[in-house]
């Protein structure tokens, strides 16, 4: 009855350390490129809790002290017991029921101290656990604040957020677990090992030959299936791509009857899938059961070895049944130390990743920048001789130069790939240049901190960003300080005011996430609201009408004269129809200004503008 006791509450021990089973025991974890160096970052990462750590450990150890005592205690209780029982037998004396009790006390309070512990060191551990998680999501946070844009049009944003989410996740379930299941595994092997030398040398070299044998076969499973996990892991990612796809794309592929195709697909993969989780699946819960295997062996010997030195007076019967109590929780160590190795590799795998981006190169601004106000801004822009390529030996805007009076709207087209788009990017200092320089007022842009320079643009994009709130809550994004009666203002100045009044809730209306229940040329038309009530000296229009139809751009073309008188007005356009009043055009091919003027004026020339003017009207046929 004991031993099932204690083999019960060994199994709901182990399933609370680890809470994953045994499949996850074995999943092998993306290993670190130098996990001593990821190592290194976490725990200096954590410099500022190293007490609590500290305190952490002394306290397991405690709680694992008590833990291991336990069985050695109980069985003095048996000892005492046979003892009594065989001196009635022999009339000799009777069973001492104090002393048993006393003893069975002892071992309730030696329990309850080491669960004491146990509570005090995880709850710790958690709450370091979770503020050291809470700083790197706090850290990375305020890093992407100051990463320059380059970084996030070269790494895709899931690559970003597979960072704050799940390697963040990763390293502090591991922290919460490992610590402490490391401490009390070594701790309890130690503990196991020097208890069991006390009671009897002999015996407990009979019982360590569990250790080897547990080690081999673990090992032993462990390289067999690590193969079959990274398959599934793979299998597993493919399949999410493709379901991910799949749903997003669902209109297209009913739209081109690919459906047949698709699952196809679809089962290829999920049969991969499948044949590696099984396969995986299997070895891992061939664990238990030959650790179970080995264990019983122990006992076996344990028990045969037992009896022979218990037959001699060498050992009480008591002191048998604590050996066999040990042999049981002697292969939980040794099978927690493994899982945590495994575990530990993930985690640091995890921190190097977080820890990269964390390394990663920032937006630096000089010492001597200075700051500008929307107030001191006259509107003045010259570009000198600009030249500028993202990429070292790749130049795309070779010698920009043009110089734009405060007010001018100023028109860039051309085709794509010409750099129309670039520009506004070095304008805004997203992006520095390579040679020559961009001016505001005359003075070098270099020479203001981008967050100065910044505000005193207003911007409207091709592709719109809305977020989920009201709309009235986005179009106030341009400035906060707006008023119920600006925001309306704004709205119908941007004729945005209309179909707002016929949505469900009117300006009150909660946008989904992506802004997807309203149209998309709704969604451009809140953004222009919001650069219109943003009122700033310097606006930049890239492609901002694309998305509406021909009526509602003659609308927004009327609303566009108004926003942009006495502005200095940056307009990139594909339809040449909406920058015809442009005070300037600036006709970019190639990185280059190939020609500029007026509508009337580049028409008259006859030259690239001309073309690229009239292809737009030609009939197809």
């Known amino acids: 009855m004991a031993d099932n006791y204690n083999e019960k509450q060994n199994s709901q021990k182990s399933r609370k350390r680890m809470g994953k089973g045994p499949s996850a025991a074995l999943a092998p974890g993306e290993k670190p490129k130098n996990f001593r160096k990821a190592v290194k970052n976490t725990i200096n990462y954590m410099g500022a809790y190293k007490w609590a750590v500290v305190c952490v450990f002394f306290i ?31 009339g000799t004396g009777g069973i001492d029921f104090e002393a048993i009790g006393r003893i069975l006390l002892i071992t309730l309070g030696l329990y309850a101290t080491g669960a004491i512990f146990q509570f005090v060191q995880a709850w710790i551990m958690n709450n370091i656990t979770q503020k050291v998680v809470f700083n790197m999501r706090r850290d990375i946070s305020e890093k992407i604040n100051r990463m320059p844009m380059k970084y996030f049009e070269t790494v895709q944003t899931g690559e970003i957020l597979s960072r704050i989410t799940n390697d963040i996740d990763t390293l502090g379930q591991g922290l919460s677990q490992s610590v402490s299941n490391f401490i009390w595994s070594t701790v309890s092997l130690v503990g196991i090992i020097v208890v069991m030398l006390y009671i009897n040398f002999k015996l407990t070299l009979v019982a360590l030959i569990t250790i080897p044998l547990s080690a081999a076969f673990m090992a032993v499973l462990i390289k067999v299936s690590q193969k079959h996990f990274a398959a599934q892991q793979e299998n597993l990612g493919i399949i999410d791509g493709q379901v991910e796809e799949n749903f997003t794309g669902h209109l297209v592929i009913k739209a081109f009857n690919r459906e047949e195709r698709v699952i196809r697909e679809f089962d290829k993969t999920n049969e991969k899938l499948y044949e590696s989780a099984w396969k995986s699946q299997f070895l891992s819960g061939l664990m238990r059961p030959v650790m179970m295997i080995v264990s019983n062996m122990g006992n076996a010997a344990v028990v045969l070895a037992g009896g022979i030195l218990c037959a001699k007076g060498a050992i009480g019967v008591g002191d048998i049944q604590a050996f066999i109590q040990y042999v049981r929780n002697l292969s939980e160590p040794v099978q927690t130390i493994a899982q945590i190795m495994n575990q530990v590799q993930s985690m640091a795998a995890a921190a190097e990743r977080v820890f990269e981006f964390l390394d990663e190169e920032e937006e630096v601004e000089s010492e001597d920048v200075a700051e500008v106000s929307p107030e001191e801004i006259r509107g003045e822009v010259e570009f000198d001789h600009v030249s500028f390529g993202y990429d070292e030996g790749t130049t795309i805007i070779k010698d920009f130069s043009a110089k734009v009076e405060p007010g001018q709207k100023i028109a860039i087209v051309g085709p794509t790939g010409a750099g129309k788009t670039t520009m506004v990017k070095l304008l805004m200092r997203f992006y520095d240049v390579n040679g020559g320089s961009i001016k505001l007022d005359g003075k070098d842009i270099r020479e203001y901190s981008r967050k100065s320079l910044r505000q005193n643009f207003a911007m409207v994009l091709q592709d719109t960003w809305l977020f989920k709130g009201t709309i009235r809550a986005n179009i106030k994004y341009g400035n906060e300080k707006a008023d119920n009666d600006d925001i309306i203002k704004a709205a119908k100045a941007a004729k945005a005011h209309h179909f707002i009044r016929t949505l469900a809730g009117g300006y009150k209306m909660v946008l989904n996430e992506d802004a997807s229940n309203i149209s998309e040329g709704q969604r451009q ?46 307009i990139i356009a594909h339809r040449l129809s909406t920058i015809r009043n442009a005070d300037m055009i600036l006709v970019m091919n190639h990185g280059d200004i190939v020609e500029q003027g007026t509508h009337e004026e580049l028409l008259a020339k006859g030259g690239f503008y001309a073309d690229l003017y009239n292809s737009q009207f030609e009939e197809v046929g």
Do not use: C, N, Y
């Not at 405690?62 to 065989?86: D, I, Q, S, W, Y």
């Not at 139809?549 to 942009?564: G, H, S, W």
């Open 525 to 570: 038309l809140l953004t222009i609201a919001r650069a219109i009530l943003a009122d700033r000296k310097l606006l930049i229009l890239d492609e901002a009408t694309s998305s509406v139809d021909t009526r509602t751009e003659e609308e927004i073309q009327k609303a566009m004269d108004a926003l942009t008188r006495g502005r200095t007005s940056f």
């Open 60 to 90: 397991a150890a405690l709680a694992t002290v008590f833990e291991t005592l336990g069985p050695a205690v109980m069985g003095k209780a048996t000892t005492t017991l046979a003892e009594g029982l065989m001196a009635k037998i022999h």
